[in-house]
């Protein structure tokens, strides 16, 4: 009966232990003291419009009926109308024609365009670039998995998963795959640990358009895909006979 009462302590302790282990592996950004004594040199440098971009770009005056030919709006309304950014990175203008505007923040665009038209207007336009199907996706252990269109231009990981709904239990915070397409249309993957706080000096913390956020799925996720309802009524008889033995053990002690 002692070996018995000693094998159930063992087992007691050893689940709370992995407990305590597991519950290190929940909270979000741990050591912030590392962070806030880091000297943080990561530079925000703007979002870069790539191919497959489609960008709404107006252009204004003091004169507006002078800025009217380079708006061109959609027929029946007044929706400007929008750029289709090529595989080579380029769209096609209203009267300035072809300009090569991928790699290029949208203020860089702005400048490039007044710069064009300095030759057509006496005074200095106003430019604004937008970049209308900026859209991010979140996949895997999340609650609220989808694609979601962000109207700011301007989102980082964490926004990422709060407007996914936050991760499951069964996310693992330490593996969270961020799949992002480049310039060259070659596609990188990197791993986030949402546990250090250092994660938000990454270059990667700011996401970019296109980008694809996975949350892999822990173990205990990936056990219970292959149990079927055999396994779980094993589980069941199990737990009834771990009882069995726990009243046993009160009845003769």
């Known amino acids: 009966m002692r070996r018995l009462t000693g094998w159930i302590l063992y087992l007691s302790l050893t689940l709370m232990f992995a407990s305590c282990q597991s519950s290190r592996k929940v909270p979000y950004l741990q050591d ?13 440098t703007g979002v870069k419009v790539m191919p ?4 709404t770009i107006a252009v204004s005056c003091s004169t507006p009926e002078l800025a009217a ?3 061109l709006v959609n027929s029946g309304t007044d929706a400007p109308q929008q750029h289709l950014v090529d595989n080579q990175g ?25 710069d064009k038209l300095k ?3 006496k005074e ?10 900026y859209r991010i996706s979140v996949l895997g252990e999340v609650n609220g998995p989808g694609s979601f269109v962000v109207s700011n231009e301007k989102i980082n990981l964490l926004e990422a998963l709060a407007m996914a709904g936050d991760l499951t239990i069964y996310g693992m915070r330490d593996n969270v795959k961020l799949i992002r397409t480049g310039q060259d249309n070659k596609q990188e993957i990197i791993t986030l640990d949402l546990n250090k ?3 938000v000096l990454s270059p990667y913390y700011q996401l970019q358009q296109n980008d694809i956020i996975y949350v892999t799925p822990n173990k205990t996720k990936a056990k219970n895909s292959d149990i079927g309802a055999g396994t779980g009524l094993w589980f069941s008889g ?5 009882s069995i033995t726990n009243l046993l053990i009160n009845i003769l002690r």
Do not use: C, W
């Not at 912030?32 to 925000?44: A, I, K, P, Y």
């Not at 497959?52 to 960008?55: E, M, P, Q, R, S």
């Open 238 to 242: 199990i737990s009834i006979l771990m």
């Open 119 to 121: 030759v057509y207007l």
């Open 124 to 133: 200095a336009p106003l430019v604004t670039v937008r970049i209308v199907n």
């Open 32 to 44: 912030t003291d590392l962070v806030n004594e880091t000297e943080q040199s990561v530079r925000q």
């Open 52 to 55: 497959k971009d489609l960008l």
């Open 69 to 71: 030919p380079f708006n």
């Open 197 to 199: 706080a250092e994660t």
């Open 90 to 114: 380029n769209i096609n203008f209203p009267v300035l024609g072809e300009i090569h505007v991928g790699g290029l923040t949208k203020l860089e665009i702005e400048n490039l365009i007044i």
